[in-house]
T-cell receptor, first 112, second 112 residues
C-alpha cells in the first residue's frame, strides 16, 4: 500500500528563520512526487513535481528535493505570507490507474 | 474567471437528504476528480473520471455517486446524507493521469 507521512504536523517560524518540511513515502515505483500549498478555506495550489532521486526544483523562497525515500521542502528566509499548509502527494508507476496518495500536511506559521 | 469552479461553496443539510455538488472546468482537461478533506485525515479520493464514459471508484466511494455530464462537468451526489459526511469537498482536474492536478475552491458541507 502506498503511504505518505509528513512531518512535523505543525511548524512555527520567526520571519527569516529558514527550515525544512519532510515528506517520507512508501510506493512500489515512484512515478512522481507533488508538493501543494493550501491556504485556509481554499483548494490546494500546485507547487512542484519531482520525478527522480536527486532532482531539485525552486520557486521563490521554496526549494523541493527528492531522494529514494523522502522529499524535503526547504523554506529560506520565510515571510508571513508563506504561512499555509503544505501537502505532499505521490503517484505510483504501476500499470493501470494510479491516483495520487496525499499526506496529512504540515501547517506552517511564520510570525513577523 | 477561475478555471475550476464548485457550487455551492457552503451547504448545510439534514440527515437523509439527497445532495448534489457540482464542478465545472474551463481548462479543457479530460481527467476530473472528487476528494474529501477531513481534519487530521488529509485529502482522500472519492471518485475519478478519465473521460465522459470512464468513471472509477476511489478510496472512499461508499455513500457517494458521480455523474460526468460533459468533459467540463463532474457532479458528486450524496444519495442519503449522514453526519459523518460532513467535510470539505474538492474537485480537481488534470491534463493527463501523470500531470499535476488543479483544484477548485471547495464546498464546505455540513450534515446535521
Amino acid at each position: 500500500e502506498d503511504q505518505v507521512t509528513q512531518s512535523p504536523e505543525a511548524l512555527r517560524l520567526q520571519e527569516g528563520e529558514s527550515s525544512s518540511l519532510n515528506c517520507s513515502y512508501t510506493v512500489s515505483g515512484l512515478r512522481g512526487l507533488f508538493w501543494y500549498r493550501q491556504d485556509p478555506g481554499k483548494g490546494p495550489e500546485f507547487l512542484f513535481t519531482l520525478y527522480s532521486a536527486g532532482e531539485e526544483k525552486e520557486k521563490e523562497r521554496l526549494k523541493a528535493t527528492l531522494t529514494k525515500k523522502e522529499s524535503f521542502l526547504h523554506i529560506t528566509a520565510p515571510k508571513p505570507e508563506d504561512s499555509a499548509t503544505y501537502l505532499c502527494a505521490v503517484q505510483a508507476s504501476r500499470a493501470g490507474n494510479t491516483p495520487l496518495v496525499f499526506g496529512k500536511g504540515t501547517r506552517l506559521s511564520v510570525i513577523a | 474567471d477561475a478555471d475550476v469552479t464548485q457550487t455551492p461553496r457552503n451547504r448545510i443539510t439534514k440527515t437523509g437528504k439527497r445532495i448534489m455538488l457540482e464542478c465545472s472546468q474551463t481548462k479543457g482537461h479530460d481527467r476530473m476528480y472528487w476528494y474529501r478533506q477531513d481534519p487530521g485525515l488529509g485529502l482522500r479520493l472519492i471518485y475519478y473520471s478519465f473521460d465522459v464514459k470512464d468513471i472509477n471508484k476511489g478510496e472512499i466511494s461508499d455513500g457517494y455517486s458521480v455523474s460526468r455530464q460533459a468533459q467540463a462537468k463532474f457532479s458528486l451526489s450524496l444519495e442519503s446524507a449522514i453526519p459523518n459526511q460532513t467535510a470539505l469537498y474538492f474537485c480537481a482536474t488534470s491534463e493527463d493521469t501523470y500531470n499535476e492536478q488543479f483544484f477548485g475552491p471547495g464546498t464546505r458541507l455540513t450534515v446535521l
